[in-house]
């Protein structure tokens, strides 16, 4: 039996905890559970020491965000001779089989070209897909629709990218793409890795007959999200991609701040002074770091356990 160790990144989680780890405790399959905990302020630490001491809980004495936070947890599963990492939302719950349908596809030799199994991302109300999820399966789409009608399902669909809320990565991933890259605190990391993946010759697949449950409404904190969402789209899409060159880094660099100069001239017209300053702080802070982006480049750009 291969051994899995799913890893959560926790931060303030009360609402969620309980269903998430009580799904964990009755899966059909046996999983490790390594939680990371962000320095919560709330409840979440004592209750998981008091209520499932089979966990094993690291505390952080400050905030990590969510890359850096489970690059802890891939470093004690690597240390622990694991054979796979689920990193697994803390507003996420897994089906019952859903560890033995991934499984199914990853341990197939046809399958060996992933480095990324998603199931299902269902919405909290179990009658739809999450809304996010769905817009990362338009471009299969109609090919899942199509499969449908003719029963001839898939046990993988490869796709450019899906939140990992809920990612299934073969050790060998974390020996040749390595953690998340610590430069992203907290959204744009897991488009940022698939970029990395894609670089590397390796796919991201969607396993239609696993599923879970992610029970948020939007992109959860959108406060957070919110905040530097232009900086870090620029990270993220542009100086931070490995698989554009130099000219074609600039390229879409000008081309989107040429729209966003546009865009501010609308903004001040309504007043919106927040994102014209957002627009002007960007530039300048992605200026000021040239040099990091390349040397994180150069380092994504290398096969090996980045980060960890």
């Not at 990492?85 to 046809?110: I, R």
Request: one cysteine or more.
């Amino acid at each position: 039996m291969k051994s899995i160790t799913v890893i959560i990144a926790t931060w303030n989680g009360m609402k969620w905890i309980h269903e998430c780890l009580e799904s964990l405790r009755t899966s059909s399959t046996k999983v490790d559970v390594v939680v990371v905990d962000n320095a919560s302020t709330d409840e979440t630490v004592q209750y998981i020491q008091g209520n499932y001491p089979e966990v094993h809980l690291i505390q952080s004495e400050r905030n990590l965000g969510f890359g850096q936070a489970n690059n802890v947890g891939m470093r004690y599963a690597l240390e622990h001779k694991a054979d796979y990492v689920y990193l697994l939302n803390q507003d996420a719950y897994v089906y019952p089989d859903m560890f033995e349908e991934l499984l199914k596809v990853s341990e197939n030799p046809q399958y060996s070209d992933y480095a990324v199994f998603s199931p299902l991302h269902v919405h909290g109300d179990k009658l739809s897909l999450d809304g996010q999820f769905k817009e990362y399966l338009k471009e299969i789409g109609s090919t899942i629709v199509e499969d449908v009608t003719m029963a001839e399902m898939k046990d993988v669909y490869p796709v450019e990218c899906v939140p990992a809320a809920g990612w299934l990565l073969p050790v060998k991933t974390l020996h040749n793409i390595g953690g998340f890259d610590p430069i992203f605190f907290h959204y744009g990391e897991d488009v940022h890795y698939e970029q990395r993946v894609k670089y590397h010759g390796y796919k991201t697949g969607v396993v239609p007959g696993a599923k879970m449950i992610h029970d948020r409404n939007g992109f959860g904190n959108y406060q957070v999200f919110r905040k530097n969402m232009i900086y870090r789209d620029m990270q993220m899409y542009i100086f931070l991609d490995i698989n554009l060159n130099m000219s074609l880094r600039w390229q879409k660099f000008i081309k989107n701040y040429l729209y966003f100069s546009f865009d501010a001239i609308k903004r001040f017209a309504k007043l919106d002074f927040r994102m014209i300053w957002e627009y002007i702080t960007s530039f300048f802070t992605i200026m000021g770091n040239l040099m990091a982006y390349r040397r994180n480049r150069i380092d994504n750009m290398q096969k090996g356990g980045h980060w960890l």
